[in-house]
């Protein structure tokens, strides 16, 4: 049985929206999903919205009822949630545990934000703002930024396992290359190991290209009970989903390496699932940075810790690969507009399992898991998905 | 009643605000739990390894190993166009400062001054010759 099945998924591309509000943008992925799977606004009992940063970017807060009333769901309960990177996959949580509780039968869970320039930031200033996911007495006044919390954990890893920076390079000319096949992502051209070593440090080790971009996006899914799947064509169940918290500030945690919070959610997720790391046979993980795709298939349990990068190398990870993991293209090509990203994996997943996804299809996969990260691995969710027997 | 502190808490409890007033002067102030000499270089209300109430402010040392460092070159806005940071161990716990100088894994660093930022300080660590 499941705890929850997805019956609908949209998204828009991932890159430049320009002008557009962020309401306008989530309706370009909600109603597709509502679409997708058939079902009128008059069938949603509720919405739950993941967005990260536009109380401080954009002065937009509430945005729960503001999206509501933009695609004609006026008077349902919506709540919008925030938990850095990892927001919609919160948002997709808590839809789960409404329905499992039997709730709401039919919640339309979704996630939109707006990083890039023509969102009205320079890149200072958007920094600063995703800075704001690190301790605020004790990470912001010594200057750390986001690709310098993955930085720090990388760099140790290099120390301690003998990970280089032709493993992390290698990290984004696979993702680049399943980009390439994604008609969604934000960069769809192929890149080499020179072309990131020949772009700008961001934050050594990593290079420009070693870095997710900033992204504007939404994604949405329409998630049913268990019970109610049966009546819908395709359905994809969520037999796992897991979520655990790590310390902060990062300086404190046992081991920068660990991202322990990944290991513990993974674990739930497994457990719920019935299922264990040998099962999976493609993944979307949380890779804002090269680095960070490297902890995450060791954190889930694809390969043991020291092991991330040579996979990578060795073409494990690639289409075609024992397991694929990205197979989007990954927040480094697919693009990352944070709130939207969560469920951005969870309609890859989605498409992945229905056979749907074009030239980046996976080889007949029954079962996909989902890694979706926030601040310092302070916060994670890892989702087990099945295609419906 | 509202106002009294809770239980194990007396005014000598370690805050942010302490903290601070201490990096401006050169100390870094830590915490040890009197239960189970958990060490931690940053304010908590209770012990985070055993949940004790009683922790005792200690002074951390003032020199340590850099455990990892990065050289941050796109920087948030009032920040300065580039800096190293690194995570530095003090022995019993870690704590991020910002570097003077250059510095790699497992260089020994000391405290040596302190940044500001938008009213807060961050400690400064500089390489030991
Ligand atoms: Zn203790």
Known sequence: MSRASIVGAGMTTFGSHGAVALHELFAQAALPALDDAGVSQADVDALYLGNTSAAVSENDTHLGPKAAAQIGLTGVPTQRFEDACATSAMATKHAVHAIEAGIHDVVLVGGVERCTPQSGLSTPEMTKVFASAASRQYEQPVGLTFPGVFALMTKRHMHEYGTTKEHLADVAVKNHYHGSLNPRAQHGE???????????????????????????????????????????????????????????????????????????????????????????????????????????????????????????????????????????????????????????????????????????????????????????????????????? | MSSELPDGWTDDTLTHAKWAEAVRVGTLLGQRCRSCDHVVATPKSVCVDCTGRELSTIELPTTGTVYSETTIEVTPVGQDDRYQVAIVDLGETRVLGQISGDVEIDDEVSLSGHVEYEGMPGPTFSPVE
């Open chain 1, 190 to 389: 192929e890149i080499t190991r020179e072309t990131v070593f020949e772009g700008p440090l961001i934050a050594d080790p990593f290079h420009l290209y070693d870095c997710c971009p900033f992204s504007d996006g939404a994604s949405a899914i329409v998630l049913v009970s268990d019970e109610y799947a049966d009546s819908f064509d395709q359905p994809v169940d969520i037999n796992g989903i897991g979520h655990a918290s790590g310390g902060v500030p990062l300086a404190e945690q046992a081991s920068v390496t660990m991202t322990q919070a990944a290991r513990d959610a993974a674990g739930q997720a497994y457990d719920q699932a019935d299922l264990t790391a040998e099962d999976v046979d493609f993944c979307e993980v949380h890779d804002c940075f090269t680095g960070a795709e490297i902890l995450a298939t060791e954190a889930v349990g694809l390969f043991e810790d020291g092991d991330g990068g040579p996979a990578a190398s060795e073409g494990r990870t690639r289409l075609g690969g024992e397991v694929p993991v990205n197979p989007s293209g990954g927040l480094k090509a697919k693009g990352h507009p944070i709130g939207a990203t969560g469920t951005a994996q969870l309609v890859e997943l989605t498409d992945q399992l229905r056979g749907e996804a074009g030239d980046r299809q996976v080889d007949s996969p029954s079962v996909g898991l989902a890694h979706n990260l926030g601040g310092e691995a302070a916060t994670t969710v890892v989702t087990l998905m099945e295609a419906r027997a």
